[in-house]
């Protein structure tokens, strides 16, 4: 216990028995009889505790009283052994009567801010700490909305807090909490230890996320996100997209690593727990992975993230150039190869380039060996073929990466701390879709009349906006490749020509944009015929076949053996960062770049500067020209290309 100590000279003082007969009267439980001694002694400058505490008796000192042992010789103390004390014990009527037996006081009164027990909060404001702190509100911004500023510091919130802790998992270590939780909370989870029963593998998914799957399983995105744990355990985020455009998580898994085994543990948890396969698959070009989706999900479609392809290119062909124009060429070159509408436009297109660039021989050998080869994957005239829903990239899965990570406040969290704050994000996700599908149920959008009179308030704003948008082509359209529909199950603008005086059906849209998702049967039944069998079995085998079954269903859900996991020494992915923070850490081709550690000026948009300190032209129409000549297309990764993310031709169809 730290305080500000007193000088050596302070003078001692007593209590009088005119002060000590404010509570020398009778109380009706012993409870009652302590807080009241604690507040009667802090109107005169000291604290009580409680030394003894029996069914018959009571002893009250001084938080000054005693000293330490010599064993344990503190380098700091507020004891000096203070012989005040105070007599409680119960009588024959029931009734709790205290006795002042030493009145001195050996040191002078302290503050109240000085000691922990004078800055104490009642139970009501220690049950609204623990609320906020639960919502991962910061401990300077309890002291502030509590309105505690003088009374409390920093250090008492934390305490109370671990307070809360310690009582929640009433001796069980935070993994068994955390799984006893997962079983509370009626949520899907499957778990895998290692030789020593430790930790390996935890797949975990929450009610409202299997629901919202349901509804809405036509494309799903996986990718592993770093630093969130104390254990360097990967953590593997599946990704879903919602009628109304906006994503939720769908599952998580913890790995051990990012072996092919490890992503076929995670593959089978997820049809385990949804007992479906996704129509699409979206993930960066990992090798494992993609290995044990083919196996783990045979007939999904498995497509490649662009992003993440560009900046491979990136990494291993851009220190290949003299100059960094003639890489621009050389990728918006790719860009244009990727984005063939046809087959044969797109070997016309490659054949092209590799004659213009034949003098650069190790970047068209990187791409004819490491991306022709998954031209399938990423490539427009495939693409083009599966209903993707513009899922092109796993933008959306990094997204949600920093979502989770907000909630997080450190990466030295234990696996119950980062299922609490998962637990936390997941419940915003769920109720801004839910909140925006109802919402588009009811408001009445005065572009979407006509032809779409039929079916607004019932297919999603997003995926009518989707068609509006290609209903505004220019006229004359090119020849009809059905490209459009095929991956956003919306008509396109040929089908709107055709049907220029009928109204559009809720059928001429796919399942995916309804706002009345027709809900899937489910049986709940499903298991009666396994219980059924196992009634056979005890019925035929007897007492020894009962007895078997009875040891294994106690073993379900049985975590008390359970260990934590083992702190990985290194993990894939990521260089080696600060211990605590969850912000990943810089890429191959940022490197490749120098864009590390630089932040971008948002006037002109060049690294090493911010828009304070920016010495362009002040002139808006040089700072405009500037700004867009500069900006990266978060697609295809091209500078000065014109476009954005959001309008780059890669996502046209």
Partial sequence: MQ???????????????????????????????????????????????????????????????????????????????CEFKINARK??????????????????????????????????????????????????????????????????IYNIKAASIREKLSGRTPLQCLLDSLQQNNCFFKSATGSENNLTHLFFAFEEQIEMFRNYSQVILADCTYKTNRYKLPLLHFIGLSAVGKSFSVGFCFLKSETRADYSWALNAFHECFDTYPKVLVTDNEDALISASSQVFPHTSNLLCIWHLNKNVVTNCKDCFPTAQEFDTFLEDWNDVIRSNTELQFDEAWNQMRHKFSEFQRPILYLQNNLIPLKEKFATPWTNLIRHLGTVTTSRAEGLHAQIKRYLVSSREDILSVYNAIKLAVNSQITEIACAVEQQKIVNYSRFGGILSKVRNK??????????RQNSLQRPLNDCTGSFSRVYGIPCAHRMDERMHEKLEMEDFCEQWRLFPESPCIDNN??????????????????????????????????SQLNNPLVLSSIRGRPTGALNRTRRDPSAFE???????LKRCSKCGVLGHNARTCTSETDQTLSQSAEGSSRRCGVCGLVGSGHNARTCPSRRQ
């Fill in 91 to 156: 009588l024959a009527c029931g009734k709790w009567k205290p006795s002042l037996t030493n009145q001195l006081h050996n040191h002078r009164p302290i503050s109240g801010i000085s000691v922990p027990h004078g800055r104490a909060l009642c139970e009501e404001q220690k049950l609204e700490v623990i609320r906020l702190s639960e919502s991962l509100v910061a401990p300077r911004q309890i002291i502030s909305s509590l309105q505690l500023n003088g009374k409390v510091i920093s250090r008492d």
């Fill in 526 to 559: 499903q298991f009666s015929a396994q219980i059924t069998r196992l009634q056979n079995l005890v019925e035929i085998g007897g007492e020894n076949v009962a007895r078997a079954l009875a040891l294994k269903l106690e073993e379900v859900g049985e975590n």
């Fill in 3 to 81: 305080v500000h100590e007193l000088p050596v000279t302070a003078t001692a003082f007593s209590i009088s028995f005119i002060q000590f007969s404010e509570i020398n009267i009778l109380f009706d439980s012993k409870e009652v009889l302590v807080e009241s001694a604690k507040n009667w002694a802090k109107k005169y400058g000291f604290f009580l505790s409680l030394k003894l505490s029996g069914k018959e008796k009571a002893i009250l000192v001084c938080i000054r009283g005693s000293t330490y042992s010599q064993k344990r010789n503190p380098s700091r103390t507020i004891k000096c052994n």
């Fill in 591 to 597: 490197y490749v770049e120098g864009t590390t550690g």
């Fill in 459 to 468: 297919i999603s704003v997003y995926a009518l906006d989707l068609l509006l």
